[in-house]
């Protein structure tokens, strides 16, 4: 019998992503900041793109530890934007080095940066979309995520990303309802 999935989940990484990552609760500092660099460098791109260069960008960014990438310099940056594994875009890859920084500073000031952006959500929300159609680019939440970011000074945060970044760490549930996840 075959596992009914959202009609994004195609290809064998997509699907992967699906059934492993895309939707579960995230609590770990470096795997939150992971999927907010990654979301911001999707801007304008597919996931499946950034899917395939997440290797790159893994390797590029110490890991995704924003403690060490924090600490990049412009020398760094230009070494890294000579890279043919990651998106090429200054303005991207200074970013991730400025959310790092950021990110830090949050980790500083209430422990963990978990505790920071779970308390703008709450609990997961769980929707009831029938279709991929149905789910929205952002919502009332996901702005007032990217408003709060931006006030501390993060960039890459848009409304659509951070609903993007919502999804993916499992702050909101957005399998649809023929999903066999959506019961998660």
């Not at 970013?95 to 949050?106: G, L, M, P, R, Y």
Request: hydrophobic share 35%.
């Amino acid at each position: 019998m075959t596992r009914r999935r959202c009609s994004w989940a195609v290809g064998a990484a997509m699907v992967a992503y699906h059934d492993t990552e895309w939707g579960r609760p995230q609590h770990d500092d470096n795997k939150l900041y992971e999927f907010l660099i990654l979301e911001g460098a999707q801007a304008g791109l597919s996931w499946r793109t950034i899917l395939e260069k997440r290797e790159g960008y893994r390797e590029a960014f110490a890991g995704f530890d924003p403690q060490i990438v924090s600490k990049y310099d412009e020398y760094k940056i230009q070494s890294i934007l000579q890279s043919t594994h990651i998106i090429r875009n200054r303005l991207k890859v200074k970013s991730t080095v400025n959310n790092a920084v950021k990110f830090c500073d949050i980790q500083d000031k209430y422990g963990t940066f978990d505790k920071y952006i779970w308390d703008i959500t709450g609990p997961p929300i769980k929707n009831l979309f029938k279709n991929t159609d149905e789910i929205p680019q952002y919502t009332y939440t996901s702005q007032l995520m990217s408003k709060r970011l931006k006030q501390d000074g993060f960039t890459f945060v848009g409304p659509t990303i951070c609903y993007a970044f919502m999804q993916a760490v499992g702050m909101v549930n957005d399998h649809t309802v023929d999903c066999f996840l959506h019961a998660m």
